[in-house]
């Protein structure tokens, strides 16, 4: 019997991991310079907290992966997205409560939703978001979208366009729901079982279906702009202004409205238009919600706004630009263990090394001479200190600079002492050793 990972998941194996520690770094970086704090919610949640009411979202009704433990009545999902399950916590620890609103908080971690695998989208995936909770102001979403351009501009990106729609206030969008339930009444029964079920539910969400996307009836259907009162207008007219002031370039797309029910006001997708993404173009999206906060029994009228970004998604997107994120940096020192008598030393010397910051290895196989050099070579180390019966009996080792080819002999004790002068002889650019510590 063989045994495989389920389909939808992956492992992200050692040799790739370098790329997804460096995507967190930037990200934690970024939400820094931001003053956006770290959230940690549930992997779990009380279903109800993802499934609200009469939602019309595929998210809801085909992909949530809910279960009930054995003598157990209550009802858990594994959450799909982050945003339910931060206004939870925004709600339930009082957080509105605080002086300084709004809340800037971000989030980094797996998401499962029960789709269709195909490149770019899992039903195990990494999820990037932020969320901007209790104040509401058309230049807070500005700054969410700067927030996202920034971050994925500065990873080099450059084939990507803002899309920006609004979905306007609640008077707005009855109105056009209104409009839209017109529209397709008389077609409604020749459409697909979706558009049916969101007729009922969201007739906005019609306009996002993929499979009567080219039918007449969805190019002649009314326009969301038509719809707007003056204070929706005037918000959207905002937004608007902040992005040109920041030099971020957007496109309006009349026809986003975004795949989950709670969005209002501002909603935005950035996609890529490399031709390597195909159908999973989208590099981060999300919106504004009025009501959500209010529905979990926070303060009526209070808002928030968000968006996510599936790293899965993004690492492919670099990869499509040929942008890469590995870490070249290799190790610091090997030691070559040339006596079985020697395992012992080499073992306290590669400690003491760590412990001084350098990032080392040794070889545990009893392998030759030849063999271990050849480590060396592969994990690009810049140091290479051999020790053997000669090097045990004399209390020396010799070290060899890999890129000089400079070799020194030197006392086992000053071992540590000698490391620091020769890595910072050959980093005199920098404030430290080559493996980026610092060294007292």
């Known amino acids: 019997m063989s045994y495989q990972v389920p389909r939808g998941?992956?492992?992200?194996?050692?040799?790739?991991?370098?790329?997804?520690?460096?995507?967190?770094?930037?990200?934690?970086?970024?939400?820094?310079?931001?003053?956006?704090?770290?959230?940690?919610?549930?992997?779990f949640e009380h279903t109800n907290v993802f499934k609200r009411g009469n939602d019309s979202s595929d998210m809801v009704n085909k992909e949530m992966y809910t279960f009930k433990l054995e003598n157990s009545s209550t009802s858990l999902t594994l959450r799909p997205e982050g945003t339910a399950g931060v206004v939870r916590s925004f709600v339930e620890h009082k957080l509105y409560g605080q002086p300084d609103l709004p809340l800037k908080t971000y989030y980094v971690g797996p998401q499962f939703r029960h789709e269709r695998p195909q490149k770019g989208r899992m039903r195990i995936f990494n999820q990037f978001g932020v969320e901007v909770l209790g104040a509401k102001d058309p230049l807070i979403d500005v700054e969410a979208i700067a927030l996202g351009w920034s971050f994925v501009s500065a990873l080099g990106l450059s084939d990507l366009k803002v899309l920006i729609n609004t979905l306007g206030d609640d008077e707005s969008r009855n109105a056009y729901r209104a409009a839209l339930r017109d529209h397709f009444s008389g077609s409604i029964s020749t459409m697909c079982p979706d558009c049916q079920r969101r007729y009922e539910q969201n007739p906005l969400r019609i306009l996002d279906c993929k499979i009567d996307h080219d039918l007449d009836i969805m190019k002649s259907a009314p326009k969301m702009s038509d719809y707007l009162n003056e204070a929706s207008k005037e918000y959207f007219d905002a937004v608007k202004q902040g992005l040109d002031a920041l030099g971020i370039p957007y496109e309006i797309d009349d026809r986003l409205v975004r795949g989950l029910d709670y969005y209002t006001h501002t909603v935005f997708e950035v996609v890529s238009v490399n031709r390597e993404m195909g159908a999973q173009s989208t590099v981060f999206a999300g919106g504004r919600y009025d009501g959500l906060i209010e529905y979990f029994g926070g303060p009526k009228g209070m808002s928030g706004i968000g968006w996510a970004m599936g790293l899965e998604r993004l690492l492919l997107a670099c990869e499509a630009e040929g942008i890469s994120l590995e870490d070249e940096n290799g190790l610091d020192v090997y030691v070559l263990c040339l006596a079985k008598e020697a395992k012992m030393a080499a073992l306290q010397m590669v400690t003491e090394l760590r412990s001084n910051g350098y990032r080392c290895e040794t070889d545990y196989l009893g392998r030759s001479f030849k063999a271990q050099f050849k480590s060396v070579e592969r994990k690009h180390a810049k140091m290479a200190v051999f020790l053997g019966d000669q090097e045990l009996k004399n209390g020396q080792v010799t070290i060899k600079e890999i890129a000089t080819q400079k070799q020194h002999t030197v006392p086992m004790e000053d071992i540590v002492s000698v490391m620091d002068r020769l890595f910072g002889e050959n980093t005199d650019e920098e404030n430290g050793c080559a493996c980026g510590h610092h060294h007292e």
């Open 9 to 43: 998941t992956q492992d992200i194996l050692p040799q790739d991991i370098s790329k997804w520690h460096r995507l967190e770094d930037l990200i934690r970086q970024f939400c820094y310079v931001y003053n956006f704090e770290e959230i940690r919610t549930p992997i």
